[in-house]
């Protein structure tokens, strides 16, 4: 097992990574002082997979679970399904001491993130994230929320866990589509901060792909320690944490003007990462034979690298920008590359070259 | 104007207090170094009496405000209010650096203060409480959020404002009925922390309810700064803080198990006070006299301080204690005082006082 810490002072936790971690769960809550009661929230798909083994370790170390099953997929991220959840944890009397458990993908994570950083004004919360995605990147920092109709993530907190527990086997049952997808933030992590492992990825991507343990292991627990170490200097993005954005901005805008559902997350932030590098190469001299490079092993990943748009979708897909968090003044701002492992945050692209990059299909093949 | 500062470390802050402060709205936000658009969130009491002002003020200042009027009363203060907010903010393309603010009561204050908290994980967020109640209490310490069908507050967070401007102007408009529910919560700051208050209240209280100008600057500032002075030493209501709930634990289960909006938050809490007394008496011997002039000031205030409750209304009145959010091992903890002036948090109470101070009228008259 390796154990990485999100240094916050107060509020500094552990992620633990391994295999069999599962069987753990309760034991490490244990460790917490938290109080009896807890909500295991998670979904559809993987309540059938690994809530019993999860109630099970829990009940062994004394706890008392309440299973909160929510739909699969990213239309179940919304305020209605908080209020059901928010509903069940009154019907059965949780208490401020009481805890939720996190139990699934990202969504599950964000949205029983956003129901614990605000029932009863705050429960303790943990993390036990079930894919690639949410092991790598959004149980790591404390970004919890859900969607509006005008946009992804855009209701939220910033609200850290008690506890990340990544069990590297609940990866074995996730569809080959899901974890490539998870690929794309591992990508991200070299290009925007270690060349080192993004030269490990190159080197060794079809490992990865087909889960040798120890190529999993090491590249989940270097991605944990990068997000770690970002989050640890600027919890609250007000500046370098803007990082983890590389390929967002374009990725969410994808989401969003595409509609919910057509791409993973991850599948829009490999294709936003592709456009990234084609800005950087324009704007920062990010070199072309980084540009292939970065294509190269979204595309070894298995992951897509272009979107072609009609002149209306990519009307929408600017519109849907515009509504980005990260908008300030009125201006979209992007992390761009300057090399692989070097970014730089707040970089203006002039419209027509956004335009230009996204809107024509042959500017942005690799 | 008096100044009292909320001393929290680099979320400090400072409440305003003074007459005709709402025309400094716009130069006091400019201070704090806010972006350009703000929305300004009312009710429909309040916008035809001050909305107006407050935009001039905002405008003149040079920012842009949106306004948005939700319903009046205790009913609006839900998820669903909330979703319509948060609509409208993403309409007008509030970013990150735009900021919320609050004119209104308490349902406003918590209300806008809650989706400050959450829209884009958090916008900066000014108070402007136009109800003594929200002057002296809910405006100031950072709990915000909604009530769900299963009780009052039990969705929210802490999350401060950057600025307190209380305008004792607004009072002048207040229904009789509205200021004197606020005087429930003056009266609760002398039994909690300050004898000397409760000795001038005593001695003013014509006064206090007759707007009397000096008489009413002294006392809210003097409010403000107790309530500034606890949360400063406890901002999460880990210990200290929970004094401020004298009075409220039984007040809290009136109003819901009475039914939202058959008494005024400040009403039930004048009951709740009588009742701890009572209770107080009991358990940590505060004397009868004491006793008495709780019951006799909540009086002159004009305050209802007993309730006459069915056999069926006493059971809804305890299950809905169950849900309080002060509940920790399924146990009920009470603030009771042992004279005025000096309360203790988290005391046991056997039910079968409980049962006997609130089922039986007889027992709970001063």
């Given at each position: 097992m390796r154990v990485v810490k999100v240094p916050l002072g107060d509020r500094t936790y552990s992620i633990l990574i391994g295999e069999g971690l599962l069987a753990r769960l309760g034991m490490e809550c244990r460790r917490l002082k938290l109080g009896r009661r807890c909500a295991l929230i998670t979904d559809a798909n993987v309540a059938p997979l690994f809530a019993a083994a999860a109630e099970e370790s829990l009940s062994a170390a004394g706890f008392e679970s309440l299973r909160i099953t929510v739909p699969a997929?990213?239309?179940?991220?919304?305020l209605r399904t908080v209020q059901a959840c928010y509903d069940q944890l009154a019907a059965h009397r949780l208490e401020r001491k009481s805890f939720v458990v996190a139990l699934g993908g990202g969504v599950v994570g964000d949205l029983a993130g956003f129901v614990a950083a605000t029932y009863l004004r705050g429960l303790a919360f943990v993390q036990v994230p079930t894919t690639l995605l949410a092991q790598v990147d959004s149980s790591v920092g404390g970004k919890v929320g859900v969607n509006l109709k005008a946009g992804k993530n855009l209701v939220g907190a910033f609200y850290q866990p008690k506890l990340v527990l990544c069990?590297?086997?609940?990866?074995?049952?996730?569809?080959q589509r899901e974890f490539r997808a998870g690929l794309a933030e591992v990508v991200k992590y070299g290009v925007i901060y270690d060349a080192a492992l993004f030269r490990r990825l190159e080197r060794n991507m079809e490992k990865l792909v087909g889960l040798d343990p120890a190529t999993l292991t090491a590249v989940v627990a270097r991605c944990c320690q990068i997000k770690a170490e970002v989050v640890g200097q600027d919890e609250t993005e007000?500046?370098?944490?803007?990082?983890?954005?590389f390929g967002h901005t374009i990725g969410h805008a994808i989401e969003n003007s595409v509609g919910?559902?057509?791409?993973?997350h991850g599948e829009a932030i490999a294709i936003g990462q592709t456009a990234a590098a084609e800005l950087s190469r324009h704007l920062?001299?990010?070199?072309e034979r980084d540009v292939i490079r970065i294509g190269n092993l979204l595309c070894a990943a298995g992951l897509p690298n272009r979107i072609r748009l009609t002149a209306a979708q990519t009307t929408r897909l600017f519109e849907a920008m515009k509504l980005?968090?990260?908008?300030s003044g009125g201006e979209i701002k992007f992390v761009l590359a300057r090399r692989i492992g070097e970014v730089l945050w707040g970089q203006k692209v002039p419209a027509e070259l956004l335009d230009r990059v996204l809107g024509r299909s042959e500017a942005h093949a690799p």
């Amino acid at each position: 097992m390796r154990v990485v810490k999100v240094p916050l002072g107060d509020r500094t936790y552990s992620i633990l990574i391994g295999e069999g971690l599962l069987a753990r769960l309760g034991m490490e809550c244990r460790r917490l002082k938290l109080g009896r009661r807890c909500a295991l929230i998670t979904d559809a798909n993987v309540a059938p997979l690994f809530a019993a083994a999860a109630e099970e370790s829990l009940s062994a170390a004394g706890f008392e679970s309440l299973r909160i099953t929510v739909p699969a997929g990213e239309t179940a991220k919304r305020l209605r399904t908080v209020q059901a959840c928010y509903d069940q944890l009154a019907a059965h009397r949780l208490e401020r001491k009481s805890f939720v458990v996190a139990l699934g993908g990202g969504v599950v994570g964000d949205l029983a993130g956003f129901v614990a950083a605000t029932y009863l004004r705050g429960l303790a919360f943990v993390q036990v994230p079930t894919t690639l995605l949410a092991q790598v990147d959004s149980s790591v920092g404390g970004k919890v929320g859900v969607n509006l109709k005008a946009g992804k993530n855009l209701v939220g907190a910033f609200y850290q866990p008690k506890l990340v527990l990544c069990d590297l086997g609940t990866l074995r049952t996730l569809p080959q589509r899901e974890f490539r997808a998870g690929l794309a933030e591992v990508v991200k992590y070299g290009v925007i901060y270690d060349a080192a492992l993004f030269r490990r990825l190159e080197r060794n991507m079809e490992k990865l792909v087909g889960l040798d343990p120890a190529t999993l292991t090491a590249v989940v627990a270097r991605c944990c320690q990068i997000k770690a170490e970002v989050v640890g200097q600027d919890e609250t993005e007000s500046g370098l944490r803007a990082i983890l954005n590389f390929g967002h901005t374009i990725g969410h805008a994808i989401e969003n003007s595409v509609g919910y559902g057509k791409y993973l997350h991850g599948e829009a932030i490999a294709i936003g990462q592709t456009a990234a590098a084609e800005l950087s190469r324009h704007l920062l001299g990010l070199p072309e034979r980084d540009v292939i490079r970065i294509g190269n092993l979204l595309c070894a990943a298995g992951l897509p690298n272009r979107i072609r748009l009609t002149a209306a979708q990519t009307t929408r897909l600017f519109e849907a920008m515009k509504l980005d968090k990260k908008v300030s003044g009125g201006e979209i701002k992007f992390v761009l590359a300057r090399r692989i492992g070097e970014v730089l945050w707040g970089q203006k692209v002039p419209a027509e070259l956004l335009d230009r990059v996204l809107g024509r299909s042959e500017a942005h093949a690799p």
